[in-house]
């Protein structure tokens, strides 16, 4: 099943009070075009169909076969049912209207790929009220169109959280946390390892010329051309060539730290590139 299938899945598992039936079927009814509502989600559309009935508000629930697949239909009987807001004041009463409104007209984004939550009201004044229902409580969400209508969406994960949860879709909602946090955790890793793998290509890049330049020293002039404490260096490093400078330099007698070990092979280097000037 969908990340949206299961939102609503949740959501019609839970049995409301009378009161908040009235809102999730007033919701529902609201969000239906033209008083019919079609779903491949029986789960939903039984639902549905219950709650609207039980809130004194007959509807037509039936059965169709569409390419090999069962289709849903459910149909007011009574379309001035929608008309009517309810006063939404309350969290308790928006979150219901919400609900009902999502089982019929949201969509959710699997959050592994993206964060996008919609209300698909197609109507644009419809979307607006539910815009304002939703800013007077402290939420929001924007209005986009399609061609086929105007929907109200949200990008952010923790507003989308916020939202299932104020819908009732508590372990949704904690499904959509727990997916963002292994996503960052991912992320931090991949840009560690990456991070890490640019270093060591480095690391290897330098010591590869470093080894280079002794080499080079070595076949033109030989290696004793070198100061002593330039020639120890370069002998380690030639033994050595996946040490780090901090290595190379506790094996030196007497030890030095890797900044002097770096300015010695800086030494050699320039060294090889005046010999290479040269022609030599």
Known sequence: M???????????????????????????????????????????????????????CASEFKTVEQNGKKRYILTLKDSCFADELPDCSG???????????????????????????????????????????IAE????????????????YIKDSEKIADMLTFMGAMVMSMTLINVKIYKELRNKVNRSVNFEAANLDKTIAAAQKQIDDINYI??????????????????????????????????LDPPISRTGVFRRLRRISLIADELRRKGE
């Open 218 to 251: 070595v076949s033109v002039k030989g290696i004793d051309c070198l100061p002593e404490e330039l020639r120890e260096t370069a002998r380690l490093r030639l033994g050595s060539p996946e040490s780090s400078l901090t290595e190379i330099g506790g094996r």
């Open 91 to 133: 969290d308790a009463s928006l979150g219901a209207f919400l609900r009902g409104a999502f089982l019929v007209c949201g969509f959710a984004s699997d959050p592994s790929k993206e964060y996008q939550l919609e209300f698909f009201l197609r109507d644009s004044q419809k979307t607006a009220m539910v815009a304002n229902m």
């Open 137 to 152: 409580h402290g939420m929001s969400a924007r209005i986009s169109a399609r061609r086929s209508g105007s929907f109200l």
């Open 2 to 56: 969908s990340f949206c299938t299961d939102i609503k899945n949740e959501l019609c598992r839970q049995e409301p009070d009378s009161r908040s039936k009235l809102y999730i079927a007033k919701g529902a009814a609201f969000a239906m075009n033209g008083g019919v509502f079609q779903t491949g989600n029986k789960k939903t559309a039984s639902y549905l169909s219950r709650i609207l009935t039980e809130s004194g």
